[in-house]
Nanobody
Framework: QVHLVESGGGVVQAGGSLTLSCAVS????????MAWFRQAPGTEREFTTA????????DYSESAKGRFAISRDSAKKTIYLYLNRLKPEDTADYYC????????????????WGQGTQVTVSS
């Protein structure tokens, strides 16, 4: 069993930055992939970025590439999402997810989810 808790959301002006954290409790398997998804009102949950629990693999959506960065601190069991050069269209609830099956950008491939943290980017 894995439990995820996100934090770090808030309100920021366009062009600004935020750092989101995902605290992981339980015993994630070494083959787990940790991902960040986001969901804006009235839209489907959208893949943003992912990292393997061992840190050897990362993946970014086109909208995240070049602006966002994911990292993990295995000692602290925490996954970070660095949001840079934020745009109003980045406004969404951001969710941390963990999955141990074959890697996928689809939300259905992930077994564990946090409660989400809200990011609002003002223009």
């Amino acid at each position: 069993q894995v439990h995820l808790v996100e934090s770090g959301g808030g309100v920021v002006q366009a062009g600004g930055s935020l750092t989101l954290s995902c605290a992981v409790s339980g015993r994630p398997s070494s083959d787990y992939v940790m991902a960040w998804f986001r969901q804006a009102p009235g839209t489907e949950r959208e893949f943003t970025t992912a990292i393997s629990w061992t840190g050897g693999f990362t993946d970014y959506s086109e909208s995240a590439k070049g602006r966002f960065a994911i990292s993990r601190d295995s000692a602290k069991k925490t996954i970070y999402l660095y949001l840079n050069r934020l745009k109003p269209e980045d406004t969404a609830d951001y969710y941390c997810a963990a999955g141990g099956r074959q890697y996928s950008r689809h939300a259905g491939a992930y077994d564990y989810w946090g409660q989400g943290t809200q990011v609002t980017v003002s223009s």
